[in-house]
């Protein structure tokens, strides 16, 4: 009933493809262009490389994020701002660092730091010191400073997300960014090994149980499209808990529509022997 995947990658509740599949949550955010799978967001689109069911978190590409072979400036990236309904569905990891790149002195970064000092810090062993030593920093020689700057900020500065709650270039007064992910307990050698992409956690506010029970009675996951209430979608008709609950209630309706038809069928059978016998 609701389309489950996209190219080589499973598409899978909470997520669907399709308006009433899945958590409504998660509509109208994933799409599926020519085998792609893209999610949308207020701040861009991005490709969705990989969905982890297990550790319920997601693996997203923005194609003007810089990485280690290349330094993308101009303002271009998307960055990640996500809808404030949506917020407590869908948040970068806290092992996810933002790498906020060309950010002028008068940006809301720098603001209300007594003395200058910066907010910049490492996240999970992945910072903009290390960063420098990517080959694309080499024909731009950043400038580096400590934890208070006199002549302007560094040319990068390291946080997570949870710090700034959006990474929104254009409100930050940045030129670009980069973003990584910890791959813990793997150890990697230096930034050229580091996994670059925006992983997202996601979170589904207490539907877990009400889909396993629907699942478990052999239905399909998903929400009413008016009341965004959770469904569970049982072939021709849907309920509000299980696939069970729904055939007992339909048995028990059709079994009484079948008790009133034989009823009624036996009082005209008795009022036509009646008039033959008057008429006899």
Request: glycine residues 12%.
């Amino acid at each position: 009933m609701c389309r489950s995947f996209c190219g080589n990658l499973t598409v899978d509740y909470p997520f669907a493809l399709q308006p009433g599949c899945g958590h409504h949550g998660f509509r109208e955010l994933l799409f599926c262009i020519n085998d792609v799978l893209m999610l949308h967001i207020s701040s861009g689109s991005y490709r969705v490389l990989d969905i982890d069911y297990a550790y319920n978190s997601l693996v997203l590409h923005d194609p003007h994020m810089s990485t280690c072979e290349a330094i993308i400036l101009g303002g271009r990236g998307n960055g990640f701002v996500v809808e404030p309904w949506r917020a407590s569905y869908l948040n970068p990891t806290a092992d996810n660092v933002f790498m906020l790149l060309g950010c002028s002195a008068q940006s809301p970064l720098f603001q209300g730091f007594p003395g200058k000092h910066l907010p910049c810090r490492n996240v999970s062993g992945l910072g903009c010191e290390e960063y420098y030593g990517c080959p694309a920093w080499e024909i731009i020689n950043p400038r580096r400073v400590g934890l208070v700057y006199g002549s302007g900020p560094p040319d990068c500065c390291a946080m997570p997300y949870e710090t700034i709650r959006s990474v929104n270039l254009s409100r930050l007064d940045c030129q670009g960014y980069s973003s990584a992910y910890s791959l813990a307990p793997i150890k990697v050698s230096g930034p050229d090994e580091w996994a670059y992409g925006i992983q997202v956690k996601y979170s589904l506010q207490g539907s877990e149980d009400f889909c396993r029970a629907c699942e478990a009675t052999g239905g399909t996951c998903g929400y009413d499209i008016g009341g965004n209430s959770d469904l569970c979608m049982c072939g021709s008709w849907n309920s509000t808990s299980n696939c069970d609950s729904v055939h007992s209630g339909a048995f028990s309706y059709r079994r009484k529509w079948s008790s009133e038809v034989a009823l009624a069928g036996l009082l005209i059978m008795a009022m036509f022997w009646r008039i033959q016998i008057i008429l006899g």
